[in-house]
């Protein structure tokens, strides 16, 4: 909602619309105030409010029958009842036909601010869910895999072309580019999105137990098979399996699973019988397929079978321009789950962001964009409240200032230049530049002091 809430008021007494709306200007709320239903449901046509006052027995059209119609054109927009007449009956058809409460007439400023407040702490959370609700369910979509850079660009071209056929997939990228997310999007986006997506990790088992993961087993298969047990392959039938971290596999799962991609069958252990299924397979690795391959670690006639198509994620080092978008899509993530008010990174934290080089990748940004939400005390992310992984020595190499012509520079050099942008910016208004660093003045002035950064001389 907005920092001050807009509230309209319907009511046929003058001296009720023009009572209600001073007190509700004075308590600082934005306040409108109209004579009939007809005028009210035009004023929602015509703009956003966040709370109806109306009262129930008017001229024309009464209050059940302006909220009716208000909530055809916004149906989450509150309304709550003024009424002189209570009674079981109306409080009952007014709750029933969607108002979130009612007023008796004659009523004071505190129960009214009391009855606001409660409105838009509701509408608040109401909205706080519908973003998280939004968020899981748009979370595999193209659009949602934020980057701007051109080689983000270029692999969303590839996705869409792609997600459309049915051949297998191989995703190579670092540990924490996004492989998953971009298999789950393929398949959320492809003819197969109404069938399962299933997946298993590769590496997280070993080979006995990956078998029966993949596969299934009969009763009495093996020590503990005290029943029989469908595999992911089964699992996923009309959908998707994703195999992360194929590269992990054994020679025996690896004959197993291509078996499965030429045959399209399967026969689960301890079984006879084969299993027909129609799967689409997209596996992921952070391994080199090709070097396994001539190591005879891994087979290449499943490998020709796994990458029909190949499409390799960049590391977030090579597209340092998404680095803010991330963040800031992290940071209202994030946000909205602690239920913090922070609005931005101070522009020395997020130039910070910039110069890391991630080994982790967007899974590292998230944590540290998460750990930073957690314990910031105001509503900007200041430098203090990242990790010392991203802003001491202990960093990896940062890259080189815009300015440093390709040369690497010293991190209090780095400090000091971009200070003094800062100031030169906001014509040394050293409060005004203290806001803009996300530091108090007395932490800037200190700064000055460290770097030996003095005003110049008019």
């Known amino acids: 909602m907005r920092s001050k809430p807009r509230i309209l008021i319907v009511d046929d007494e003058l001296i009720i619309r023009e009572s209600l709306t001073d007190w509700l200007m004075e308590s600082g709320y934005e306040a409108q105030a109209v004579e009939d239903g007809q005028k009210a449901v035009e004023q929602v046509k015509q703009a956003e409010w966040d709370l109806l006052l109306v009262d129930l027995k008017m001229q024309g059209m009464n209050g059940i029958e302006v909220m009716q119609r208000v909530k055809q054109i916004n149906k989450d927009l509150p309304v709550v009842i003024i009424t002189g007449y209570p009674t079981v009956d109306t409080a009952v058809q007014a709750m029933k036909e969607g108002a979130y409460d009612y007023i008796v007439k004659p009523f004071n400023p505190e129960e009214i601010d009391l009855v606001i407040r409660n409105v838009v702490a509701h509408q608040k959370l109401v909205k706080e869910n519908v973003y998280l609700r939004q968020e899981l369910k748009r979370r595999y979509q193209f659009r949602d895999i934020v980057g701007k850079s051109r080689k983000m660009q270029e692999l969303l071209v590839l996705l869409k072309t792609v997600a459309k056929s049915n051949s297998t997939v191989l995703i190579q990228g670092e540990s924490g580019t996004g492989k998953e997310l971009i298999a789950r999007a393929i398949h959320d986006t492809s003819p197969r999105h109404k069938g399962?997506?299933?997946?298993?990790?590769?590496?997280?088992?070993?080979?006995?137990?990956?078998?029966?993961?993949?596969?299934?087993?009969?009763?009495?298969?093996?020590?503990?098979?005290?029943?029989?047990?469908?595999?992911?392959?089964?699992?996923?039938?009309?959908?998707?399996?994703?195999?992360?971290?194929?590269?992990?596999?054994?020679?025996?799962?690896q004959a197993g699973l291509l078996r499965v991609l030429e045959e399209r069958e399967f026969t689960r252990i301890g079984g006879s019988e084969a299993t027909k299924v129609d799967v689409r397979v997209i596996s992921a690795t952070n391994k080199d397929l090709e070097q396994l391959v001539s190591r005879g670690q891994f087979r290449d006639d499943l490998l020709y079978r796994l990458n029909v198509v190949t499409i390799t994620v960049p590391p977030l080092r090579e597209r340092p321009e998404d680095i803010p978008l991330l963040a800031e899509h992290f940071l209202t993530k994030y946000s909205i789950e602690n239920k913090k008010d922070?609005?931005?990174?101070?522009?020395?934290?997020?130039?910070?962001?910039?110069?890391?080089?991630?080994?982790?990748?967007v899974?590292?940004?998230?944590?540290?964009?998460?750990?930073?939400?957690?314990?910031?005390?105001?509503?900007?992310?200041?430098?203090?409240?990242?990790p010392d992984i991203v802003t001491g020595e202990s960093a990896p190499v940062k890259r080189a200032a815009p300015e440093a012509e390709g040369h690497e520079l010293p991190l209090r050099e780095v400090e000091k230049r971009h200070i003094m942008r800062v100031l030169h910016a906001v014509s040394w208004n050293v409060k005004e530049a203290a806001t803009k660093l996300g530091i108090d003045r007395t932490t800037?002035?200190?700064?000055?002091?460290?770097h030996g950064i003095q005003r110049p001389k008019p």
């Open 196 to 253: 399962p997506f299933v997946a298993v990790s590769c590496a997280a088992l070993p080979e006995t137990l990956l078998e029966s993961e993949l596969f299934g087993h009969v009763k009495g298969a093996f020590t503990g098979a005290v029943s029989a047990r469908k595999g992911k392959f089964e699992l996923a039938d009309t959908g998707t399996l994703f195999l992360d971290e194929v590269g992990d596999t054994s020679p025996k799962t």
């Open 342 to 361: 922070i609005e931005s990174f101070a522009a020395e934290a997020l130039d910070l962001l910039m110069r890391y080089e991630w080994p982790g990748n």
């Open 363 to 386: 899974r590292e940004l998230e944590n540290v964009v998460e750990r930073a939400v957690v314990v910031a005390m105001t509503s900007v992310i200041a430098p203090a409240e990242l």
């Open 444 to 450: 800037l002035y200190n700064r000055l002091k460290k």
